[in-house]
């Protein structure tokens, strides 16, 4: 009843400043309503929060054996409000690409498992990420016939610290055919890709062994030095490549103690 009794009476000089108020409220109201739709307008006419970008891609294999070619493709992501300005690959071997569309080597002498990683940033500098796994297993090594092997005593665990008695780390070459072998430039590698050059002019005759020891010293028939600076074979496991001076695999040898 009260409010019905306000509504009735006339309007006094207080209610006359409240509708002036009300007007000069009204006013702001407009004014922001304006100004909204004019920032919409600026911005395409939509004012709605802008929406994350999707990082998505495919890959031609998950695994395979060394030397593994992968393509990946990055072409299913997406930016709803707008372009993809970068992709950026993390290939998880130390190495990035930053193509839609790519194709990465992957090469290892035993088997890895890499975490390949995408990250798509957008045209407003949003960014989204997505990973995967790719395999790859150790190459099959086929030695051609040749007469030159490792053989016994290979020595990768040195007396005491390694790192102290290089020269307690070695490995022997035996000539088991009935010709003398020029070993000149012939190769011997570990896992990790570091190589021996046996030097020029070293041959090895038939039944004949050469004994390579990691450290330093005067190389003499049958005994050469890799003059390595810290050991070079693993104590646990390894892998020894020996190749001619053609890069041909002759003979391999692994071991794991783990
Ligand atoms: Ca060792
Ligand atoms: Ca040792």
Redesign the pocket.
């Known amino acids: 009843m009260r409010s019905d009794m306000s509504r009735l009476r006339s309007p006094s000089a207080n209610d006359a400043s409240r509708i002036v108020l009300s007007s000069i409220i009204m006013t702001k109201r407009q004014m922001l309503a304006l100004s909204g739709l004019l920032i919409g307008l600026l911005m395409g006419g939509c004012v709605t929060p802008a929406l994350l970008p999707v990082a998505v891609f495919t890959f031609s294999s998950t695994s395979g054996e060394s030397s593994l070619i992968v393509t990946f493709d990055a072409s299913g992501s997406q930016a709803p409000d707008g372009t993809i300005s970068k992709y950026a690959w993390d290939f998880g071997d130390g190495t990035t690409g930053g193509e839609m569309i790519t194709a990465h080597l992957y090469q290892t002498d035993v088997e890895g498992t890499y975490t390949v990683t995408l990250q798509i940033t957008d045209h407003l500098s949003q960014q989204a990420s997505v990973t995967a796994e790719v395999t790859v297993q150790a190459p099959t090594i086929e030695a051609v016939d040749a007469s030159v092997e490792f053989v016994w005593p290979f020595h990768h665990?040195?007396?005491?610290?390694?790192a102290a008695n290089l020269n307690d780390e070695y490995f022997t070459l035996q000539n088991k055919g009935d010709e003398i072998v020029d070993l000149s430039g012939w190769t011997v590698e570990n896992e990790r890709g570091v190589a021996f050059r046996i030097p020029d002019g070293v041959r090895l005759a038939p039944n004949a062994v050469i004994y390579v020891h990691s450290g330093s010293g005067l190389n003499t028939t049958g005994i050469l030095y890799w003059n390595a600076s810290q050991p070079v074979w693993n104590?646990d496991y390894d892998l020894a490549i020996l190749r001619d001076a053609e890069g041909t695999i002759i003979d391999y040898y692994s071991y794991n103690s783990c």
């Open positions: 665990d040195a007396s005491g610290d390694d104590d």
